[in-house]
């Protein structure tokens, strides 16, 4: 998941609004628009662009911007038929990354179907955990272990790629203690790699870094 300047949010319910009030306190701007006109009126400040309206109307999505967005995130995951609309909606305006807040196994398998990049269910992922993943370039996952610390599961930035561990020195220059890696987003973690490890493009790297750094800073961006 890239990094993302306007972000589309279709539905401002618990979820939406989080992920609304995330972003756009990371500098992200944010089109939404809910069928409630307190749902927007409370985020008041927080949205570029906010509107009362039905987003299974492609035209009403079409004339308030959304096909300029980035990434849709699609939040209304108790009605299946507004979700599909959604998110077939997003796909005729040209948006290529949507994510879609789906309320149980079977609506998974149907938004699945319609190719969607990313299905959360509220339960296991938090809005603030999905809104972190959009706002960090490289990051797959942050679970916060306490306020100074998070376990991070990134993809390393393009400086790294071809370098040895030792040779970056993750710990003593970037704070991160890199203890696993992951050739691909499910397999097994591997916690057993050697100390001149070659960073490679496509492994997920498992590391313990400061939590204040990763929320207030897209410091992977940042290395050199």
Partial sequence: MGKFKLVGILGLGIFGSTIAKELAENGVEIIACDLDQKNVDRLEGYLTVGSVGDFTDIDYMRELGFGQCDAIVVSTGTNLEASVLGVINAKELGIKHIICKVKNKTNRKVLEAFGVDVLVQPEKESGIQIARRMIHNTIEEVIKLDDETSLVEFRAPD?????????LNTRQRYDINIIGIRKKRRDALTTTFPADYV???????VAIANTDKFEKADYLREIR
């Fill in 159 to 167: 400086q790294w790629i071809g370098k040895a561990l030792t040779t």
């Fill in 199 to 205: 960073i490679k493009p496509d492994d997920i790297y």
